[in-house]
């Protein structure tokens, strides 16, 4: 049995996706997985099980990159194609049975929406497979000790990012004398290249920084040996929640509601401004966060 799974380009959504992908591999035990996906995405899928292959669909000029996935996928008939970018692929392909998300509703999470697209009686969480290899390169990471309390203080935009000084000022809150984490270490993410954008907090800190790690499968295992988690809006938040801690995500503009980390928290700005959002509100958060957990 082969299953074509096309899936996003973007960290965040491909996590989100990743539920429904965990479906099927239990299934359908018999059959091979190819995921065609964005380059920034593609690490996420590596060591799932009956992996065939993972192609990589990197944008080009005039959405040339749809004829070269169906260049790579025209010759397999397919059992069933999982389409969640809305492409014409699954319709010029050979394929028994196709899936092809549509638009999401107001009010309805992406983790919902996809898990109703396959009529899952229950929303599909998201679940990424990890080797034993990429949790022993995770532990070196984070090593044995008091419990960590892990910072993404970057995003992919300015709007999505809460100034570093509030970040630094919320360390000192909750791992000072009598705060929620006294006592943690704390560990700083990001991904390469990214240490640029918070050099004013990593020069503050004397926690760790795990920020050269470019395979995300070993950042989440890194992540899963920490107590708790609270970053901007991005990628690592997803990974976070998709690990199991309590994640708390800082949101401007976009709806948590709809992107949010699933089984996380997410404190939402003023007018969706992340300049308006002070410490205080974020600790509240964090605490109530905390407590469901």
């Not at 010029?92 to 396959?118: D, F, N, Q, T």
């Not at 991904?191 to 499968?217: H, M, N, R, W």
Request: net charge positive; glycine share 10%.
């Amino acid at each position: 049995m082969n299953i074509l799974f096309i899936t996003h380009t973007r960290i965040g959504d491909g996590v989100l996706s990743s539920g429904i992908l965990h479906h099927l591999v239990d299934a359908y035990p018999d059959a091979r997985f190819t995921i065609a996906c964005g380059p920034l995405a593609a690490p996420l899928f590596v060591d799932m099980p009956r992996l065939e292959r993972v192609i990589v669909v990197a944008k080009q000029r005039f959405d040339a990159h749809w004829y070269g996935l169906w260049k790579q996928v025209r010759g397999t008939v397919w059992d069933i194609v999982i389409d969640l970018r809305r492409s014409l692929i699954s319709y010029v392909i050979p394929v028994r049975k196709r899936y092809v998300v549509g638009p999401i509703p107001a009010g309805e999470h992406h983790v919902a929406h996809l898990s109703r697209l396959l009529n899952l009686a229950q929303p599909a969480a998201p679940f990424l497979y990890r080797s034993a290899r990429h949790d022993a390169a995770g532990a070196a990471l984070i090593p044995d000790g008091a419990p960590v309390l892990a910072i993404s203080p970057v995003a992919a935009t300015l709007a999505k990012t809460w100034p570093q000084e509030r970040f630094a000022a919320l360390i000192a809150r909750l791992t000072g004398a009598g705060g929620l984490c006294a006592g943690w270490r704390v560990a700083l993410f990001g991904g390469p290249g990214d240490e640029i954008k918070a050099a004013s907090l990593i020069s503050s800190q004397d926690g760790i920084t795990v920020f050269a790690e470019p395979d995300l499968l070993t950042v989440q295992a890194a992540l899963a040996r920490c107590g708790a988690f609270i970053g901007n809006d991005s990628g690592l938040s997803h990974l976070a929640a998709a690990a199991g801690l309590p994640a708390l995500s800082l949101f401007g503009a976009t709806d948590p509601a709809r992107y949010g980390p699933w089984g996380g928290g997410a404190v939402c700005a003023p007018g969706g401004n992340l300049a308006a959002l002070d410490v205080d509100a974020v600790v509240a958060a964090f605490a109530a966060l905390m407590k469901s957990n």
